[in-house]
């Protein structure tokens, strides 16, 4: 019997899927449905906490590997520090005299590092593997962050906060790697949406806390960001040590491998037209949801509709709540009925979202318009990823996921300065949200003609039963699946 040890480079899932059904079913209660399973119990199960067994009881995370409940753990942690320090870094920057140009660039300099360090983040995922890189990343910010609320001058907290953009990149990287890799492919929607959802709930109570410890200190908020995401390294160390990765998917990925097997290169999944459609929509939704959306709505809310400053808040809880109701059945959208409909639905809400925010002119349209953007928010956070872990196919993939994360990146860094052009140009905040729907409109487009990535079998949802009967069985897609998917080459064939 095979078991995996903490990095199995060697380990061939193939044992474990060649194991009979019954020996499997023996596992303990506590890990049951846990893809690594085997033998009655895991050296994993047995240190499970009350943490974990409460997190994977709720609707969110049943029938999912423990991994996934700690992955979203560490991700509310990280949302939550962030949230808590985001308000002070201006202001405390300010505090050295420096210009308010000077300010916004302790904010820029993060977000520029992250972005130029996620390639590399990937192909050290790739070489180191996925949990070193996630808590060496946590510490890293961690560690810049208790430092940056020590600086005595303004040149010591710009550069500590570059480096915690080299920590922020190695974390977002190797935590979205490591969630498609410890995930069956009929899963991968449900889990994203989860991680997506940790990241949500932070973001929504880390300003309402940070507000509260800025008015202690300047410096607090910089040490309780620091706390968390110590806290964050200190349970991705402990409990994801012995977590169990996949090597490939029961039947492959969606894109051809390279020699080893093991290993999807970059190359070769730039090949693939649902990766590609992927990172384009991950572009249009970081340039429009994130970026444009976070630079314009503040002051859309002031200039144009003429209301106090809260009614952006209130707008943007509007579109966290829609997002947060409809994570979990986005993700199960995404599971059962396939990646294709779902990314048409988030694309398709999106584009209809910022029309309606460039035609507002009252409160009820701006709340209305709002809540489509979640709408389209909560399928846009799950849909794309389970793509890319299609596409990589339980590979370590590392460039290919810092590859698709970067695009977010990039179109955030891009999109506020774009938009300011424009409103600066033009006059119009709806000009600028209809650069956005413009953007989102191409990613609606490419999800249109992109090829399903979700196997499964006619007529039915995807289980493990189902991959593991379709193997046993000796089954082979038809030649238009195949086609569609692009799957490897049989054994033998020519290489490309």
Known sequence: MTTFDADPAD?????????????????????????????GTTSGARDLSWLTRRLR????????PREVGVLSAISFCVALGFGIVA?????????????????????????????????PAGFLVNRVGERRVLVV??????????????ANDYTMLILLRGVGGLGSAMFSVSAMALLLRVVEPHQR?????????????GGIAGPAVGGIVIGISLRLPFFVYAVTLGTASLVAATMLSHTHLRDRDPEGSVAAASADDKVLTLRHALGNRAYVTALAINLSNGFASFGLRSALIPLFVVESLRLGPQWSGYGLLASATMQGALLLPAGRMADTRGRK??????????????????????????????????????????????????????????????????????????????AGRIVDTTGSFETGFLVGTGVLAVGFLLALSMPETLKRHAGS???????????????????????????PPPQGAADE
């Open 137 to 150: 990343g946590l510490a890293i910010v961690a560690v810049s962050s208790a430092l940056a609320g020590l």
């Open 11 to 39: 380990a061939d899932p193939r044992d474990y899927l060649a194991e009979p059904a019954r020996e499997r079913a023996t596992c303990s209660p506590w890990v049951a449905g846990l893809p690594h399973c085997v033998g």
């Open 57 to 64: 009881r709720t609707p969110y995370l049943e029938g999912l």
């Open 341 to 418: 409909p779902a990314l048409i639905l988030g694309t398709g809400a999106s584009v209809i979202g910022f029309t309606v925010l460039a035609i507002t002119t009252s409160v009820p349209i701006f709340l209305l318009a709002m809540s489509i953007l979640g709408f389209g928010a909560a399928f846009l956070g799950s849909a794309p990823a389970a793509v890319v872990g299609d596409v990589t196919g339980g590979r370590r993939g590392g460039p290919i996921v810092s590859t698709y994360q970067m695009m977010s990146d990039f179109g955030a860094v891009l999109a506020p300065l774009i």
């Open 461 to 487: 949802s995807p289980t493990m039963a189902d991959e593991l009967s379709k193997s046993s069985l000796g089954e082979s897609w038809s030649e238009d699946e195949a086609e569609s998917l692009k799957l």
């Open 189 to 201: 929607g449900r889990a994203a949406g989860a991680f997506q959802g940790g990241f949500l709930l």
């Open 87 to 119: 308000p002070a870094i201006p202001l405390f920057a300010k505090s050295f005299g420096v210009s308010v140009l000077a300010a916004s660039a302790v904010i820029s300099v993060f977000a520029f590092v992250r972005l130029i360090s996620a390639t």
